[in-house]
């Protein structure tokens, strides 16, 4: 019963958030479950902004559909299709802006095309705004489309700088949104390249093992060694205020066996090291390097 209450509270959150972004978006469709078919009609008529909820009861496992979408990433992307008794070729359009929402992680060729935004319930001492139906939305809503029309041959034109670390498909993920900080300007440009950056630093925006890549990377730097114990690590993880790491997981300290798990993806792994005259499970800190240049500034 306790699963199936937060399967219930998440579909309530993402049904929520579906809403408010209605409210705002440009020709929004939203479907809860939507066919192959649906997808590319919808797209060819409506030229919409098309909203998808509980991706995850229908979408897994539907190769076509996640096909559709995967291709509708690109401006000049059509399907193929026969109509009528003559069996007349007809192409149409799969191109526009979607929100695709889900309990779980979407296929990796579809997170790669896609900003990834996971959904975590506030703690007690976090404080939001309230963001009420209505007239807000639709105030809002106008805001957003004047802007928009004022700002549209800038918005065509601009051609945004973009962090290194940003490339092919991601980095396509980022441009209108970068281009859209860098005219709004008042700060927006430097958050949306942090956060474009540190979206991109691990696949599907899964940042916590950057976060013990850093840790871990300070860590050698503060005691200046080549080698450190896996207990070591842990026991300064578990008293870092502040971060994730001393309730890890059901409010216990981050174990010795998640820190190698959240290294593997990083071709990183325990071995025996030698300290002075014992050895113990640590890690060397060349076994890093190549993780500490592609994944930490």
Sequence with gaps: MGGQSAKVRLRSCTTRVNSKLEAVVANPVQASNISSAAVYRSIERWHPTLIVDEADTFLRDNTELRGILNAGHRRNAFVLRVEGDDHEPRRFSVWCPKVIAMIGKPHATLSGRSIVVELKRKTMLEKRERFTDGCLNDHLARKCARWAADNEGRLRSHQPSLPES????????????????????????????????????????????????????????????DRLSSEDIVNRLANSEGSPWPEYRNGKPISMNQVANLLKDYKVHSKQVRFGSTTRKGYMRDDFRDAFKRYLK
């Excluded at 980095?171 to 300007?185: E, F, K, R, S, Y």
């Excluded at 950056?197 to 890549?213: E, F, N």
């Design 166 to 225: 940003l490339f092919n498909r991601t980095a396509d993920n980022w441009i209108p949104l970068v281009t859209i900080a860098d005219i709004a300007g008042s700060g927006w440009q430097e958050t949306a390249r942090q956060l474009a950056a540190t979206a991109a630093a691990r696949k599907d925006g899964d940042i916590t093992s950057v976060l013990l890549l850093q840790a871990i990377r300070e860590l050698f730097e503060e005691k200046n060694a």
